[in-house]
């Protein structure tokens, strides 16, 4: 009896899932973006850690000093993009 219930419960979570699919129309990102000239800063820069936030900017610095791929990610002033450089984005229907 307990088997047949298990079976029963089983089957009717399987089938409580299944729901006609609903028609939606093509998400499609194609086209031409354009942003301001100007990459801004994440000023102040926090670390997060398994013991809480640092905001300490040396103890920071110290840490993006001995990663180098660091010195492109994080710029604590504002960058300005060179005007020869361009970016498409092309995109997929989602």
Known sequence: ?????RILAF???ILSGCEKEKDEPLLVLSGEYYSENTILAANPIMMYTNKGVV???QVINR???HRPWSKNSFSQTDTAIPNNSSCQF???PI
């Open 90 to 92: 092309v995109g997929f």
């Open 11 to 13: 089957s009717t979570v």
């Open 1 to 5: 009896m307990k088997q047949a219930l």
């Open 55 to 57: 905001k300490d900017q």
């Open 63 to 65: 840490f993006l000093l």
